[in-house]
């Protein structure tokens, strides 16, 4: 195998893994638009501080586990949150 089939193979899988990781995103917003519902409906606030700490540490436990940076999974996972905050507040 050459240099280039090796590196077309890895990114192939890249690939895979990243239109996995796009679906499953797609299915928390999906989730989160649910849960902006209720919320709604019951006059809460949107924002709920101790639910995303509790994210955040359950994020920087599992990838301290998987042998991952618990600073940078927690700084995605904040983008993903924000992301998912801004759909339950969307009036749909």
Do not use: H, W
Request: hydrophobic fraction near 35%.
């Amino acid at each position: 195998m050459t240099y280039a089939n090796e590196l077309e193979a890895l990114r192939k899988e890249i690939d895979r893994i990243d239109e996995q990781i796009i679906r499953l995103l797609s299915e928390r917003i999906k989730v989160s638009i649910e849960v902006g519902i209720i919320k709604r409906k019951y006059n809460k606030p949107i924002l709920d501080s101790n639910r995303e700490t509790e994210v955040y540490k359950r994020i920087r436990e599992r990838a301290e586990q998987l042998n991952i940076d618990p600073e940078e999974s927690e700084s995605i996972f904040k983008g993903i949150v924000k992301m998912c905050r801004s759909a339950q507040g969307k009036e749909f």
